[in-house]
Protein backbone atom coordinates (compact mmCIF):
# COMPACT_ATOMS: atom_id res chain seq x y z
CA UNK A 1 0.00 0.00 0.00
CA UNK A 2 1.37 3.60 -0.52
CA UNK A 3 1.43 6.23 1.59
CA UNK A 4 -0.66 9.26 0.60
CA UNK A 5 0.44 12.54 2.64
CA UNK A 6 -1.86 15.63 2.91
CA UNK A 7 -0.46 18.98 2.25
CA UNK A 8 -2.06 22.01 3.17
CA UNK A 9 -1.14 25.17 1.14
CA UNK A 10 -3.31 28.56 1.21
CA UNK A 11 -5.82 27.41 3.07
CA UNK A 12 -6.92 24.26 0.35
CA UNK A 13 -5.98 20.78 1.13
CA UNK A 14 -4.00 18.64 -1.61
CA UNK A 15 -3.76 14.93 -1.69
CA UNK A 16 -0.25 13.86 -3.11
CA UNK A 17 1.61 10.87 -2.85
CA UNK A 18 5.29 11.40 -3.89
CA UNK A 19 6.88 10.00 -6.75
CA UNK A 20 9.54 7.56 -5.45
CA UNK A 21 6.50 5.80 -3.32
CA UNK A 22 4.67 5.58 -6.88
CA UNK A 23 4.71 2.40 -8.61
CA UNK A 24 3.25 2.70 -12.02
CA UNK A 25 2.96 0.14 -14.79
CA UNK A 26 4.68 1.34 -17.97
CA UNK A 27 2.26 2.03 -20.56
CA UNK A 28 2.54 -0.44 -23.71
CA UNK A 29 4.02 2.58 -25.93
CA UNK A 30 7.00 2.82 -23.97
CA UNK A 31 7.03 -1.27 -23.59
CA UNK A 32 7.01 -2.01 -27.36
CA UNK A 33 9.34 1.03 -28.07
CA UNK A 34 11.68 -1.06 -25.71
CA UNK A 35 11.24 -3.91 -27.92
CA UNK A 36 11.27 -2.18 -31.17
CA UNK A 37 14.70 -0.40 -30.01
CA UNK A 38 16.17 -4.26 -29.21
CA UNK A 39 15.33 -4.92 -33.03
CA UNK A 40 11.50 -6.20 -32.56
CA UNK A 41 10.23 -5.47 -36.01
CA UNK A 42 6.45 -6.81 -34.94
CA UNK A 43 6.82 -4.21 -31.75
CA UNK A 44 7.89 -1.58 -34.63
CA UNK A 45 4.64 -2.13 -36.51
CA UNK A 46 2.50 -2.16 -33.45
CA UNK A 47 3.87 1.23 -33.05
CA UNK A 48 3.38 2.08 -36.05
CA UNK A 49 -0.46 1.27 -36.05
CA UNK A 50 -0.76 3.26 -32.69
CA UNK A 51 0.37 6.51 -34.35
CA UNK A 52 -0.10 6.40 -38.37
CA UNK A 53 -3.21 8.56 -37.92
CA UNK A 54 -1.54 11.36 -36.01
CA UNK A 55 1.43 10.96 -38.40
CA UNK A 56 -1.19 11.09 -41.29
CA UNK A 57 -2.78 14.31 -40.12
CA UNK A 58 0.91 16.16 -39.43
CA UNK A 59 2.18 15.44 -42.68
CA UNK A 60 -1.27 16.07 -44.13
CA UNK A 61 -1.25 19.68 -42.19
CA UNK A 62 2.67 20.08 -44.48
CA UNK A 63 1.99 18.82 -47.59
CA UNK A 64 -2.50 19.55 -48.59
CA UNK A 65 -2.21 16.16 -50.84
CA UNK A 66 -3.53 13.07 -49.51
CA UNK A 67 -1.08 11.10 -51.98
CA UNK A 68 1.79 13.09 -51.00
CA UNK A 69 0.97 12.55 -47.55
CA UNK A 70 0.72 8.67 -47.78
CA UNK A 71 4.11 8.92 -49.60
CA UNK A 72 5.51 10.99 -47.11
CA UNK A 73 3.90 8.70 -44.21
CA UNK A 74 5.75 5.77 -46.02
CA UNK A 75 9.34 7.07 -46.25
CA UNK A 76 9.13 8.14 -42.56
CA UNK A 77 8.09 4.19 -41.63
CA UNK A 78 10.81 3.13 -43.53
CA UNK A 79 13.70 5.50 -42.07
CA UNK A 80 11.87 5.07 -38.71
CA UNK A 81 12.20 1.02 -39.34
CA UNK A 82 15.71 1.09 -40.29
CA UNK A 83 17.04 3.82 -37.56
CA UNK A 84 15.21 2.64 -34.60
CA UNK A 85 17.92 1.49 -32.97
CA UNK A 86 19.28 4.72 -32.67
CA UNK A 87 16.65 6.06 -30.26
CA UNK A 88 17.69 7.18 -27.12
CA UNK A 89 14.98 7.01 -24.95
CA UNK A 90 11.79 4.67 -25.56
CA UNK A 91 9.75 6.96 -23.67
CA UNK A 92 9.81 10.15 -26.37
CA UNK A 93 9.18 7.84 -29.28
CA UNK A 94 6.51 9.99 -30.59
CA UNK A 95 8.58 12.95 -30.55
CA UNK A 96 11.49 11.11 -32.34
CA UNK A 97 9.44 9.33 -35.17
CA UNK A 98 7.63 13.14 -35.71
CA UNK A 99 10.57 14.53 -36.16
CA UNK A 100 11.33 12.22 -38.70
CA UNK A 101 8.09 12.47 -40.46
CA UNK A 102 8.89 16.51 -40.32
CA UNK A 103 12.53 16.16 -41.82
CA UNK A 104 10.80 13.97 -44.64
CA UNK A 105 8.37 16.33 -45.37
CA UNK A 106 10.87 19.03 -45.66
CA UNK A 107 12.77 16.95 -47.65
CA UNK A 108 9.67 16.31 -50.03
CA UNK A 109 8.52 19.66 -50.28
CA UNK A 110 12.48 20.75 -51.85
CA UNK A 111 12.40 17.79 -54.10
CA UNK A 112 9.12 18.82 -55.16
CA UNK A 113 10.55 22.53 -55.77
CA UNK A 114 12.65 21.69 -58.69
CA UNK A 115 9.62 19.82 -60.64
CA UNK A 116 7.86 21.80 -62.96
CA UNK A 117 4.73 20.17 -64.04
CA UNK A 118 3.50 21.27 -67.71
CA UNK A 119 0.03 21.37 -69.28
CA UNK A 120 -0.02 18.11 -71.05
CA UNK A 121 1.10 15.97 -67.56
CA UNK A 122 4.85 15.80 -68.71
CA UNK A 123 7.52 16.68 -65.79
CA UNK A 124 10.44 18.16 -66.68
CA UNK A 125 13.32 18.21 -63.90
CA UNK A 126 15.47 21.43 -63.23
CA UNK A 127 18.67 22.11 -61.51
CA UNK A 128 20.93 24.68 -60.64
CA UNK A 129 23.55 22.65 -62.52
CA UNK A 130 21.81 22.38 -65.79
CA UNK A 131 19.61 25.82 -66.39
CA UNK A 132 20.55 29.28 -66.43
CA UNK A 133 17.34 30.74 -65.72
CA UNK A 134 15.44 28.65 -68.30
CA UNK A 135 14.53 24.82 -68.08
CA UNK A 136 14.40 23.06 -71.60
Not at 110 to 132: A, Q, T
Request: charged share 30%; proline share 2%.
Amino acid sequence: MFKIYEIKERGMEKIVSLPWQTMKKQPLEITLAKKAKNGDSHAFTELYKIYKVYLYKFAYSYIKDENKALDILQECAYKGFLNVHKLKNPSIFKTWITRILINVAIDYVKKDRNIIYLEDDSILVCSESNISGYCF
